[in-house]
């Protein structure tokens, strides 16, 4: 018996230490390949620091403080980066309700002609807004970006890229130039590091309500899964978007929002010599300046948290050319993300400067006053802010077809000149700041809309005035409502804020 137990003995040593043999080889396997990966990031960082193209920024987006900076203010092209400025034109569009996520966006000859990466929607087809932010956002899609320039252009691209370019100088990206809404190549189209970081910022700052699309994974377009290019997303922790980019002549871009423990940057990377070798120099950055960003600057009304995106959203097949409108709007929901009442779109004194007025119906302004002095050093918020611009434009009327050039050169292209904005109107209300409510089509519902606001709006709208001013002329006439009477910037701003608290959307500016 002893003897038998003895050869027991041996035989389950014998098993045990196989198997912690085998163990031990399969954790030997699994820490040589967690080494290789450090190492090839590691090489690869290294070797995209050293690309002569290469350009990169990290902002502490509480701060505003530059926390690296290399060849920042270099002038680059943008590639598809350009379509960062696409979505805050769309969200801008949203927010302000000249459009809705369900509205169809018409594709032109132009648009559907357009190099891939792309849905491949037809001539005379359709999609909706959000089918064109979720093919921006993941596909990176040519066609559905220039679907969206030209609706939002009045018909023309060309348009919409000068109300991109007022728009990005009047966010302090004052060396960025736009000729379309793509990033396709295009030797006038160009950016820094340093203005791609800033737009980073404003879109994280000013639409939370819509930022939550930048982290989506995939979405369902028709039969087709469409799956994100943006590779750190899901795989490094805190990285909530933002938007990937590459042409040959511009290499490979990135930009990178992190918001994690209390911290919360912005990561740029221009002219990567390779998806691995850029998004391991981004990994890189991240790891390296993360830890050194501030967890106490800003405040929770600065940088808003927002819920994140499902990894998968599913979006309405898009419209046929023969399908009527009407009918498919009954077949579409919304997938918008909830909005938090902490967001505020004014008073960001160490963010990106934020215009204090936003593009309207029937004239589109862009308006702001002076802001308070930064307490920092930082070239990122103490630029100069530019002169206030006004661009002339039709208004956006979601039932009319979008014209569609014939040829670049013809099309006719409104002049953006530098100018003070008057109103079309005789009755400009009072003096002074003014807080605006919203746009309708008669007086009377103007003055419903503000006596609603009034009622929500409590101590901060005691004293207000209510007014309507008329815009436009004939059946393109619109009234804003507002509110005037504020003695100063910060009680205009305080109304404002206590507006959205109520569900209210309104703007601050100087009237």
Known sequence: MQAKSGIVSRSVSSVSSSRSGSLFARLLAVLSVAVTIVL?????????????????????????????????????????????????????????????????????????????????????????????????????ANDAATALGEMLGGGSEDRFAQLMTAKAHALGMTRTTYRNANGLPNTAQMTTARDQARLGIALRQHFPQYYGYFSTRAFKFGTRTIRSHNRLVGSVRGVDGIKTGYTRAAGFNLVSSVQVDGKSIVGVVLGGASTPARDAQMR?????????????????????????????????????????PQQVAKTITSAQPPVSAAAADLGLP??????????????TEVAYAETAAPKTDNPLVTQAMPAPTKVKTKTFKPQAAAAVPTDESDAA?????????????????????????????????????????KSKGGKALASAKPFAIAYGAGSEQVYRARFGGFDDQRDAINACKALKKAGVKCWAAAQ
Not at 109 to 126: C, Y
Not at 350 to 363: F, I, M
């Open 40 to 140: 090839v990031d590691s090489i690869s960082a290294e070797a995209e620091a050293a690309n002569p193209k290469y350009a990169g920024i990290v902002v502490d987006a509480k701060t505003g403080n530059v926390l690296y900076s290399e060849n920042a203010d270099r002038l680059q092209y943008p590639a598809s980066l350009t379509k960062m400025m696409t979505l805050y034109m769309t969200f801008e569009a949203l927010e302000q309700g000249r459009i809705r996520l369900d509205t169809q966006v018409p594709f032109s000859a132009r648009a559907a002609a357009q190099a891939p990466t792309k849905l491949g929607v037809r001539a005379g087809g359709s999609i909706t807004v959000e089918q064109g932010i979720l093919g921006l956002v993941t596909l990176s």
């Open 284 to 324: 890189n950055l991240i790891a390296t300046y993360l830890p050194k960003a501030s967890s106490r600057g800003g405040s929770s009304a600065l940088v808003a948290e927002t819920a994140p995106a499902p990894a998968m959203i599913e979006t309405p097949a898009p419209v046929e050319p023969q399908k009527a």
């Open 350 to 363: 160490h963010k990106g400067p934020l215009p204090d007025a936003r593009y309207q119906v029937a004239e």
């Open 413 to 453: 292209v409104d002049n953006v000149t530098t100018a003070s904005t008057n109103p079309t109107s005789a009755n400009t209300g009072p003096a002074g700041w003014v807080v605006q409510v919203g746009v309708s089509p008669s007086r009377q519902m103007a003055m419903d809309l503000l006596d609603s606001a």
